[in-house]
Nanobody, 125 residues
C-alpha cells in the first residue's frame, strides 16, 4: 500500500533551518513526481515545491514564489526518500508539511495521493 512518512519538523527561530524527509513505502519513487504541500488550520493545502523526472535521468524542480531561494527539494533514490531543505525560515512558513505523489506544473502542483500525518513546522522567536 502506498504510504509516505514525513519527518524532520520542529520549532525553529526565524532565520533558522530544517530539513524535512519524505520516505515512501509500498512503491519505488525514483522517477515519480513528488510534491511538498503545507497547511495552516482553516486553510487549503498550499503547494510549496515539487520534483519530477526530466526523462534523461535527472530531475526538474519547482518552487512556489514564496520559497524560491530559501527551500531546496531533492531525492535520494537509494533511501526512497525526498527531502525539503528549508533555510532562512520565516514565521509565515509555519504549518503542517505533507508530501504526496503529484503532477508538477510550473504554475502549481496537483496532489495525486492521500494526505498522510505530515510534520509540524513552527517558526517563532
Amino acid at each position: 500500500q502506498l504510504q509516505f512518512v514525513e519527518s524532520g519538523g520542529g520549532l525553529v527561530q526565524p532565520g533558522g533551518s530544517l530539513r524535512l524527509s519524505c520516505e515512501a513505502f509500498g512503491f519505488t519513487l525514483d522517477s515519480d513526481s513528488i510534491g511538498w504541500f503545507r497547511q495552516v488550520p482553516g486553510t487549503e493545502h498550499e503547494g510549496v515545491s515539487c520534483i519530477s523526472s526530466d526523462g534523461s535521468g535527472g530531475d526538474k524542480t519547482y518552487y512556489a514564489d514564496f520559497v524560491k531561494g530559501r527551500f531546496t527539494i531533492s531525492r535520494d533514490n537509494a533511501k526512497n526518500t525526498v527531502y525539503l531543505q528549508m533555510n532562512n525560515l520565516e514565521p509565515e512558513d509555519t504549518g503542517v508539511y505533507y508530501c504526496v505523489r503529484a503532477v508538477c506544473w510550473s504554475s502549481g502542483y496537483d496532489p495525486l495521493s492521500s494526505w498522510g500525518q505530515g510534520t509540524q513546522v513552527s517558526v517563532s522567536s
